[in-house]
């Protein structure tokens, strides 16, 4: 027999909706965490909010859990002995890189009681904890270690204290990791030359079917679309992203503030890789124009004769109908919202 699905306006239907409506804007900068991110492809279109992945409720209830965890591993720690300088700490590596420590020891660490340590506690799942106990940070989660080698680097701590809830049956996981500089200072070089590249990196793999790629968020953008959704500051081609942490207009002349960027203006056009369409020449620094179905489509400012970026996102390869132009020509005004099926 099959079960009866709980409604839709079941409490914690409603509670993951309140929570996915509440859920943070993408960070401003490249974080730590990330930067043992196999995909160059995948942290250049993060750090442009080109792809943002929609969280459910669920899952950012997930989330929460891991950070109220973090309560716990500090106060735990405290009870044995083991002193704090800081629970957190901000560290700006330049050049749109940054990240937050969870904590520096000041001492009391068992064999190690005077050596200072940067913190870092994470919470697993039962195959991915036990994994771990078996191989330990460096090779279960390349990732978890990239981010505390980022950490050692930035603060001139040489060693980090890793520390892992497994969620199934609350064992303890904690291992002290020797800070590597080559590694660190290769993971930044890497991270800057993604955040400075105005073209997008090649994909990890071509092949849709590939795990890492079948379950990442950029997959219809690499594998089937390749046309963003987003349109933001960093989507458009005016957009630069600067040395010194800040973003510039070349349509405005302008520092862009971090506020104003997730909206973008009405003048915002397509970055060319962001798109599935051949670039044309324009004879305006203003508008891009892009062949789409063997016709010449000005994107920028909409009007008439203009699609805006949110046209061609809703309309795709409608916008080069011709009925679709003539209505738009007919009735100032008018933008295509949608493409709806006529069958």
């Known amino acids: ?43 250049w279109l993060s750090f442009r909010w080109a792809v943002v992945e929609p969280f459910p409720g669920r899952i950012l209830r997930l ?16 009870m044995i002995g083991i002193k704090f300088e800081n629970h957190q700490e901000y560290i700006d590596f330049g050049t749109h890189i940054g990240g937050s420590t ?14 200072r340590h940067v913190a870092e506690f994470k919470t697993h799942a039962l195959k991915s904890f036990d994994d771990m106990e078996k191989k330990g940070v460096e090779k279960s989660k390349p990732v978890h270690y990239a981010q505390i080698q980022l950490y050692m680097h930035g603060t001139g701590i040489e060693r980090a204290f890793y520390m892992a809830v497994c969620k199934n049956d609350d064992r303890l996981y904690t291992e002290r990791v020797k800070y590597n500089r080559a590694v660190a200072e290769k993971l930044l070089e890497r991270g800057r030359r993604i955040v400075k590249s105005e073209r997008i990196p090649d994909p990890i793999s071509t092949d849709p079917s590939w795990y890492k790629c079948k379950f990442c968020a ?70 891009a124009v892009y062949e789409i179905a063997g016709k010449d489509i000005r994107n920028g400012e909409g009007d ?12 795709g390869e409608a916008c080069a109908n011709e009925m679709v132009g003539q ?13 709806r099926d006529a069958s």
């Not at 969870?102 to 050596?115: F, H, L, W």
């Not at 219809?220 to 973003?247: G, I, K, P, Y």
């Not at 008439?304 to 309309?315: P, Q």
């Open 1 to 43: 027999m099959t079960a009866i699905p709980p409604p839709i306006h079941s409490i914690s239907a409603l509670i993951d909706a309140a929570h996915e409506g509440a859920a943070e804007k993408p960070r401003p900068h490249m974080g730590a965490s990330q930067l043992g991110h196999d995909c160059d492809r995948w942290l």
């Open 63 to 78: 989330f929460r859990r891991g950070h109220e965890e973090e309560r716990n591993f500090i106060s735990d720690l405290e």
């Open 102 to 115: 969870d904590g520096t020891i000041a001492s009391g660490v068992p064999g190690a009681e005077k050596t």
């Open 218 to 287: 950029a997959h219809s953008f690499c594998h089937e679309r390749q046309l963003t959704q987003e349109v933001n500051c960093r989507t458009c081609a005016h957009a630069t992203a600067e040395d010194d942490s800040t973003w510039s207009c070349a349509r405005w002349k302008k520092t862009i503030p971090t506020e104003f960027q997730h909206k973008g203006c009405d003048r915002h056009v397509l970055h060319p890789d962001l798109v599935p369409w051949p670039m044309k020449d324009s004879n305006t620094s203003d508008e």
């Open 304 to 315: 008439a004769y203009v699609y805006s970026s949110r046209e061609l996102i809703a309309g």
């Open 327 to 339: 209505v738009r020509e007919a009735f100032p005004g008018a933008e295509v919202v949608a493409v």
